[in-house]
């Protein structure tokens, strides 16, 4: 085999451990399902059963929501009132945009920064509840989730979050108790992850919302975490559309934008997606290195610069470049 190919071949599967290295995350997600930190329905008691007073309870009795201002929109009024109604012995704090910013200058100065700098006010209402979760405890309760049966009965986990199809958790309702590791471990990891990417979507997912909870608790996990640190799931056969669910979910996702359907498109699609990246890339790298650089003639016109970022060229002097003769590479 020639030099060339070799170079071709190790320079590839370089690129592609790197590439896999770095989403090794992402793709663990697709596999790992948290089965084995589930809630399972069997150790939860019936909405009305006696159980219920016998379960210690750990996290304390407060439910924790989030919007701009006080004046909550009508469609939002009824699950709010549904969960408001089945816990009249809970404390009940309402994080407007106002309270938020005033309770991280108070008790997290060191993220205010960050948490001015969000270009995404959904960024600040994903923030705001890892922190108010860490510091307080209590159940946060997304304003389009209502309640269909009291949650005492999951005061008795430390931690837990939601699972969330097709894949990792959801930040929409979690409860802990105050300074939970994973909590602390989701408020610590804020500033590193806040990046921009193309996509709004996928900034506020990835920068604050459930993929950014999901990579995070992934790492999380993997430093195995035993007794009441483990983060417990609750998974949707648990709490979906069944009389002892504890949650009703009531449309409205206050921030989705055009770019939601492209990305719900692609996530039914990734397989394809993934194979049709790969094939392409394949396609320039191969292309690159076969039959789009040719070595120039006397009398061609001077190597564009699109050639001087490709590979087996070769700088001869500040403005020109000559391409290697590939047999050399
Ligand atoms: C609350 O926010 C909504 C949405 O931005 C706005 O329409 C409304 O006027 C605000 N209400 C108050 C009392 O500021």
Redesign the pocket.
């Known amino acids: 085999m020639r030099k060339g190919i070799i170079f071709f071949v190790l320079a590839t599967i370089l690129v592609l451990g790197f590439a896999v290295q770095h989403v090794w995350i992402l793709i663990s997600l697709l596999i790992v399902d948290g089965r084995e930190d589930a809630i399972s329905r069997a150790e939860l008691p019936a909405p009305n059963s006696g159980a219920i007073s016998e379960r210690p309870q750990l996290i304390p009795k407060i439910i924790h929501q989030t919007?701009?201002?006080?004046?909550i929109?009508a469609h939002w009024k009824g699950p709010q009132q549904s969960c408001l109604d089945l816990h009249p012995d809970y404390e009940y704090k309402l994080w407007t945009d106002k309270k938020a910013r005033e309770f991280i200058a108070a008790e997290y100065p060191w993220f205010l920064e960050t948490f001015d700098g969000y270009v995404y006010p959904i960024q600040r209402a994903d923030a705001i509840r890892y922190f108010v979760l860490h510091h307080f405890g209590g159940i946060y309760i997304d304003l389009d989730d209502g309640c269909n049966r009291s949650l005492d009965p999951l005061l008795a986990y430390p931690a837990w979050v939601r699972r969330t199809t097709p894949t990792g958790i959801s930040n929409d309702a979690m409860g802990a108790i105050p300074r939970h590791p994973f909590f602390l471990k989701a408020i610590d990891s804020l500033p590193d992850y806040n990046r921009r990417w193309i996509l709004p979507y996928i900034t506020v997912m990835a920068s604050t919302g459930p993929l950014y909870l999901s990579i995070i608790w992934r790492h999380y996990n993997n430093g195995n975490p035993q007794g009441d640190d483990r983060v417990r799931i609750l998974f949707p056969d648990e709490y979906n559309h069944h009389p002892w669910s504890f949650f009703t979910h009531h449309l409205g996702n206050s921030w989705h934008s055009n770019d939601v359907k492209l990305i719900f498109w692609m996530g039914q699609h990734w397989v394809l997606i993934t194979f049709a990246g790969f094939t392409v890339g394949f396609a320039l790298l191969f292309c690159m290195y076969t039959t789009c650089i040719r070595p120039r003639q006397a009398n061609a016109p001077k190597a564009r610069s699109v050639y001087a970022r490709m590979p087996f060229y070769r700088r001869i002097s500040q403005k020109d470049v000559e391409l290697d003769d590939r047999h050399q590479v």
């Open positions: 919007y701009i201002n006080a004046s929109p």
